[in-house]
């Protein structure tokens, strides 16, 4: 990979890395909620699984995936139906005061399931394998595996950040008229993620 490729490469995952897509939206929702010790696991799994998906995606997963029409409609149609779900869970959460009761934080696990159901994930992953990578066998791999290892830096990077910042103002969010409209903001924030997807949908539907 020569250093055009991978400063583009570089830039393209900051991009999209740092700006909010549902992963960020939910880790600074957790962050606020749950404080940064206990979101630990959420960040941690997409962290992981992220660069997974990614290095899965480049050794063609995503073309097998995404074969048939009926299954990308079916993909689209649970992504968003589960964000959706999300976005009404932050939005009814529990005041940050009592975080320590109900309401669990994601864990790893789920974390890393989310990534196959997260619309910004596949356009991401999609993006960085289909625009920068190029050749054959050892090579291509080569490019991958780049590409999947410079994704784990980033998405630490944005996955701390964004849990910091929702932890950071965390103390501002006691009353329960501030975490109200906070959760609010998070929750349309997710909701608005899911437009371009719906109206996808929309469309297969139609045609």
């Excluded at 696991?41 to 050794?59: E, K, Q």
């Excluded at 992504?79 to 932050?90: D, K, P």
């Excluded at 989310?114 to 080569?142: C, D, E, H």
């Excluded at 103002?169 to 608005?192: D, Q, T, Y």
Aim: charged share 5%; with cysteine; aromatic share 10%.
């Amino acid at each position: 990979m020569s250093p055009q490729t991978f400063t583009a490469v570089l830039l393209f995952s900051l991009v999209m890395g740092f700006t909010p897509g549902p992963n960020n939206v939910m880790l600074a929702a957790s962050g606020a909620r749950f404080g940064i010790g206990r979101t630990l696991p959420h960040l941690a799994g997409v962290t992981i699984g992220f660069p997974v998906m990614v290095l899965l995606v480049g050794l063609g997963l995503a073309s097998i995936l995404l074969a048939s029409p009926m299954l990308q409609l079916g993909m689209k149609v649970v992504s968003c139906a589960y964000l959706l779900w999300l976005a009404f869970q932050i939005a009814r959460s529990a005041s940050a005061s009592a975080s320590t009761g109900d309401g669990k934080p994601m864990t790893f696990l789920q974390a890393a399931a989310f990534q196959w159901v997260n619309p910004k994930a596949w356009l991401m992953a999609v993006g960085a394998i289909s625009a920068y990578t190029a050749g054959r066998g050892m090579q291509l791999y080569f490019q991958i595996a780049i590409i999947a290892l410079l994704t784990v830096v980033v998405t630490l990077l944005s996955t701390l950040t964004w849990t910091a910042f929702g932890a950071i103002i965390r103390r501002w969010l006691r009353a329960p008229l501030a975490l109200h409209l906070f959760n609010l903001v998070m929750a349309l924030l997710l909701v608005g993620s899911t437009l371009p997807i719906l109206l996808e949908v929309w469309h297969d539907l139609k045609s």
